[in-house]
């Protein structure tokens, strides 16, 4: 990507704050490629329903000898980018870059990244277990920052999926599934917001590996999932989420997830290789299918409307109708 050029806002930002202002949007790619919104008559295409099922994008071969995964599908400046980790001691991790099409090259060699996303600004945000921490890297010349080190004098346990609101607040999820990655954790799996200023709170010890993590389109609810089985809606009041409740329940081996324009959840179910579609009120609409483990969601393609899945070394794709979330 160059560096000469001011970022484009990522339009999931975008997306968010013109929803909140009453106004639908449809997204679009702008001239340079990087991910924007265009506001339009209302939200572009109906979600999908029933049973479906996606293809595995064939040029996104496993890339180690040892078992791993796919994760962290984020779309930005018209390409795809994931974590690919191994289970291998340390869980190594890299970023893989895919531009539909064409070739699938390594953007980062060893960031050690889970879940990732993509803030107003274009830069990727990192989820990773190897420092224990939420980080942010310069793609262009590969140097990483902390955004967020430690919670009350200790490092986190293992960073795993993120969502930011459209004032730049992050809210991510740290389980203790590659714990081992890295000394020191935490005495609970939590769910953690930080502040713009830097400041980290805790939003909820009390679940036992939460995982999936998403925000509204108006920024007024943060859904969580975890090995409880349920998705936990948690109202945001001045900025400060509040006690949750569960919107869904049953979700087998809850993963990533992901908002189309309409709100409806994207929710990845690791085991059984599905991705459900809800409802913002919790109703079921569509199953996906695939034929491996799946662990994330995004939306991306030159329109928006490719659904992109990440999982045991493979990434699948289906058109859809309807624009999405890059995260």
């Known amino acids: 990507m160059s560096v000469s050029h001011r970022r484009a806002p990522c339009y999931a930002s975008l997306l968010r704050l013109l929803l909140a202002a009453g106004v639908t949007a449809a997204v679009a790619t702008s001239v340079s490629g990087a991910a924007s919104a265009a506001p339009a008559a209302s939200c572009s295409g109906k979600a999908p329903s029933g049973e479906l099922k996606a293809e595995r994008i064939a040029a996104i071969a496993p890339s ?12 930005m400046d018209g390409a795809l980018y994931f974590s690919d980790f191994s289970f291998s001691q340390g869980f190594p991790s890299r970023v893989r870059k895919y531009i539909p099409g064409g070739a699938v090259t390594t953007a980062l060699d060893d960031a050690g990244s889970n879940g990732l996303a993509v803030d107003a600004k274009g830069a990727l945000v990192a989820a990773t277990h190897k420092f224990k921490a939420l ?3 310069d793609l262009a010349g590969g140097e990483r920052t902390n955004v967020a080190a430690q919670f009350q004098g200790q ?3 293992s960073p795993n999926d993120i969502a ?12 203790d599934y590659q714990k081992a990655a890295a000394p020191g954790g935490q005495p609970v799996t939590g769910i953690y917001r930080v ?4 400041a980290v709170t805790l939003v909820d010890g009390s679940r036992k590996n939460p995982n999936g993590i998403a925000l509204s389109l108006n920024g007024d609810t943060l859904y969580v999932n975890a090995s409880d089985g349920a998705v936990r809606a948690y109202p945001i009041k001045d900025g400060v989420p509040q006690a949750g409740r569960d919107l869904i329940k049953g979700i087998e081996n809850g993963d990533g997830m992901t908002l189309d324009c309409h709100g409806n959840l994207y929710v990845t179910e690791h085991a059984p290789k599905r991705v459900r579609v809800f409802s913002p009120q919790g109703r079921e609409l569509a199953t996906i299918r695939v034929d491996a483990n799946v662990t994330n969601v995004a939306f991306g393609g030159s329109d928006g ?4 899945i990440t999982g045991a070394g493979a990434v699948w794709q289906l058109p859809l109708d309807v624009t999405g979330l890059p995260y």
């Not at 180690?64 to 779309?75: A, C, K, N, Q």
């Not at 409307?305 to 992109?308: G, I, V």
């Open 64 to 75: 180690r000898s040892e078992p791993g995964l796919y994760e962290g599908p984020v779309w």
């Open 135 to 137: 980080s942010r890297y």
């Open 155 to 157: 490092v986190f346990n």
């Open 164 to 175: 930011i609101a459209a004032d730049g607040t992050i809210y991510f999820t740290d389980p």
């Open 195 to 198: 502040a713009t200023n830097g």
């Open 305 to 308: 409307k490719t659904l992109y």
